[in-house]
């Protein structure tokens, strides 16, 4: 099975910066659309982000300008870096991505277990 190992989380003060990291591992094909998705107490969880395999990004209103998605084909990871940090992106974020196992004709999706970043004075 493919695993994906988020790291980079933690505490913050407001208007601090933060990068996020997950790298895929195992067995598969290659990897599609990887994404950062959030889960905020008492909030569902939410797309922050995503990146197509060649490039092209899109993000939540909330934080455009603020955060940018990358990604490293060859290393297989995907990177969230997170600037002006506000109390509201607290959340646990956890890495999605949309991976073609080996002999597969459709892509499968995989999740981490998430990283907690908390923004608080």
């Known amino acids: 099975q493919v695993q994906l190992v988020e790291s980079g989380g933690g505490l913050v003060q407001p208007g601090g910066s933060l990068r996020l990291s997950c790298a895929a591992s195992g067995s598969f094909a290659s990897i599609n659309t990887m994404a950062w998705y959030r889960q905020a107490p008492g909030k569902e969880r939410e797309l922050v982000a995503s990146?197509?395999?060649?490039?092209?990004?899109n993000y939540a209103d909330s934080v455009k300008g603020r955060f940018t998605i990358s990604r490293d084909n060859a290393k297989n990871t995907v990177y969230l870096q997170m600037n002006s940090l506000k109390p509201e992106d607290t959340a646990v974020y956890y890495c999605?991505?949309?991976?073609?196992?080996?002999?597969?004709?459709?892509?499968?999706?995989?999740w981490g277990q998430g990283t907690q970043v908390t923004v608080s004075s």
């Open positions: 999605n991505a949309h991976v073609i196992r080996w002999g597969a004709i459709f892509d499968y999706d995989y």
């Open positions: 990146i197509t395999r060649s490039g092209n990004t």
